[in-house]
């Protein structure tokens, strides 16, 4: 059993854990390493033929060393996540105007800061755009990047105003590290070691002579001048490229299943206040193709390996028939600080009335929401944390202090 308060990072998850898994004879025979998946369909099927497609083996398009081959499945599950396909940092969802032009200053998600790309930021000025963990990452390494090499300056750009988004929980979060995390950004900006950009959304990116100026969107915000890296981690998407021949039905925005979809948007949901879920609300009109893991939250950032181990469980139990167990599906996650709903803005919220936590009619099925969301409403009440006021932060200094939660999350 690994150490249950240890908090590997991601190098040391490969080395303990990904790696010797891999390597076990159970398991090493069965992967192809060097196959990238191009595609997926049934044999001998296209998207809109449908007599006797169910009965059809899959087959998976790869790139291999040796060139192009199809390998048949009875069944895929397709967990190849969403990190190979970042975000780019234009506000509107696609580039900015310019961002093409600038690549070769910009990277994309986290680079290896302390590391291998240390000579690439020392001294520079750096700009990173996002507000979830990995922008996080990204600042504290600057930072401490900065206390050794001189002239290295931060800049942080922000498309929202909302500091305890982009702070978190603090020490109210459920994950006692993750907390921490917003707590040490939010010192190092009140000590003004991160030059901080709210309501930053990137319109455009000038570059002259090496040098960057990063344009927002609103035209009352002031450009930033002079940078000379920007770091865009701005979340990442799924490939849905993959499976493109497959029936799949995905929500509109989101891009997970529709029946995931009310659970885990990012609208509403802040991290770990997403219900059990298995091989049902993950099913497509595919039968017996599944995608799970960070791919099956589409684009909402909020996944967490947690999740993706009871998925994995409920799915291939599903796909081996062993009912009973695929549809006992198990999950306790970790809340943040902020409650999700607590931050949700009015217009953001889904205007659905299907069941969940907040809004709506009570929920019935207690395998749908919690019992007391169910319990709340009854009584009359708007269901778990939907009447909690959220201070407003009328001052800077105020809105720096993460806001504890109103009153027990009832979901995850
Ligand atoms: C910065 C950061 C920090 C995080 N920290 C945490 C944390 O502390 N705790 C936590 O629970 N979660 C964390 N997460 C979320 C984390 O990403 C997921 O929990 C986890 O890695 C998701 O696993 P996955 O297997 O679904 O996807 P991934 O880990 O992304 O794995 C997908 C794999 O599929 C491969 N692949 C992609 N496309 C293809 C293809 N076409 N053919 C073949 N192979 C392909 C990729 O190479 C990759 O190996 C973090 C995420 C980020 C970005």
Redesign the pocket.
Known sequence: MPDLDGLPT?GELVERYLGPLAAHRALAPHIHFG????GISRAGFDKVKTAGREHADFVLM?ETSEGVKEIRAQAVVD??????QPNPMGIHGFPALGEGAAQEHIAY??PDILGAARGRYAGRSVMVVGAG??AA?NLLALAALADDEPGTRVHWAVRGKDLRKVFGGGSADGLPA?GALGTRLRDLVEQQRIILHLGFGVQAVELLADRMTVRAIDPTVAPVDGVDEIIVAAG?RP?LS?ARELRTRLDPWIESTEALADLIDPNLHSCGTVRPHGHRELAHPEPGFYA?????YGRAPN??????YEQARSVVAAIAGDWVAANQVQLDLPQTGVCSVDIAEPSTVRASAAPSCCGGPAVQDTSTCCALDEAQKAQGSAGCGCTSAVPPATAKAASLQPVAPARAPCCG
């Not at 799970?292 to 099956?296: Q, T, W, Y």
């Not at 996944?303 to 993706?308: D, E, I, Q, S």
């Open positions: 991601a196959h990238q998946v191009l790869v967990a190849s996540g969403t990190w190979g998600g986290m963990h990995s990452g993750r990442s490939d993959l799970i893991g960070a791919k099956s996944f967490l390996m947690a999740t993706g």
